[in-house]
């Protein structure tokens, strides 16, 4: 129960999450004297394995813990099933020797027992596993250290979840929020509340919009949205680790009463653009672009263009 405890501490504690796991695998050695552990997290861009901690492993045996041979010969088959808890090697429902990693690779590496188990996040998302590995046949490890790491599968599976960032943020988020992680790929992950088809498709325009915006490279981007349905929406990009983006987006009242053109010329006065640079892009008389701009100074209360950008800018009032 101590090692639970402190491992429980160490993941919610501050610092960087590589440095919190090995603090939480050199605990975990009071429960399994292992030889060598590997802890592995799903990579969104490269769609492999990459360790998170690697110990003991030489290089040429941990590339193929991480490949698809020992995923497809000993992973699936034997750790996915068990959703998060651990499979010794003495468990094992065959002879451990008629398995090729055991017998071509972690044998000879001199790791004749130990356990695996696979990593799963909420929704049953496989983000990972761990494997360790201990010198001596004769003490594999005990039915209580099974327990113990069972017991913290959910708490790893946390660390190395790619998608944990977005989690994290969503978890402050109220209710009536919808949140959703894009993934570099395109496909996107449900974080918050129901995903609209919009959101689901890469060529819709508000994916598109998101795109642009992703590639401004900012940390923090909020906007305004119209869907086709006449629904305004308040919306922030937040960047997350590995290229993941997440877009919270909550419905809203048509703010301050701008029009979605008044919005748009906002939008173009946040970007820098004069009154004849807008017109040409909006395609009207720059005398309409100057009354547009006075009735956007009007509805926001402020007294210059420049004083117009800077309440667009803090309060997301544009159009990407």
């Known amino acids: 129960m101590r090692t639970v405890s402190n491992v429980a501490a160490l993941a919610f504690a501050g610092g960087r999450v590589e440095e919190r796991i090995q603090l939480i695998l050199d605990e975990l050695r009071a429960v399994v004297p292992y030889t060598a552990v590997l802890l592995t997290g799903f990579d969104p861009i490269t769609k492999r394995q990459r360790p998170a901690v690697k110990v003991g492993y030489s290089r040429q045996l941990s590339d193929y813990l991480t490949g698809e041979n020992f995923r497809v010969e000993m992973l699936e088959p034997y750790a996915r099933s068990l959703r998060g808890w651990p499979m010794r090697e003495c468990d094992l429902p065959i002879d451990p020797l008629s398995l090729r990693p055991i017998a071509e690779h972690l044998r000879p590496a001199g790791y004749p027992e130990g356990l695996l188990m696979g990593l799963t996040a909420d929704g049953g998302r ?23 790491i069972g017991v913290l599968a959910g708490v790893l599976a946390n660390l190395v979840d790619p998608l944990r960032d977005a989690r994290s943020l969503a978890s402050v988020l109220s209710a009536e929020r919808t949140a959703v992680a894009i993934m570099p790929d395109g496909t996107t992950e449900a974080v918050q509340g129901v995903t609209s088809p919009e959101l689901l498709d890469p060529g819709s325009p508000l994916r598109q919009a998101v795109a642009r915006l992703a590639r401004a490279k900012q940390a923090d981007t909020p906007f305004t949205w119209l869907d086709d349905r006449g629904t305004w929406y308040s919306c922030r990009l937040l960047r997350c680790r590995d290229r993941i983006f997440v877009l919270i987006m909550t419905e809203c009242e048509q703010r301050y009463r701008l029009s979605h053109r008044e919005l748009e010329v906002l939008t173009h006065l946040a970007a820098g653009s004069t009154n004849d640079e807008i017109a040409a892009e909006l395609v009207v008389t720059t005398r309409t672009v100057r009354a547009h701009v006075e009735r956007v100074m009007e509805k926001l209360s402020v007294r210059s263009r420049s004083g117009a950008v800077a309440r667009a800018l803090q309060e997301g009032l544009i159009i990407p």
């Open 126 to 148: 496989d983000v990972g596993f761990m494997i360790m590995s201990v010198d001596d046949a004769r003490t594999p490890p005990s039915d209580e250290a099974v327990t113990s």
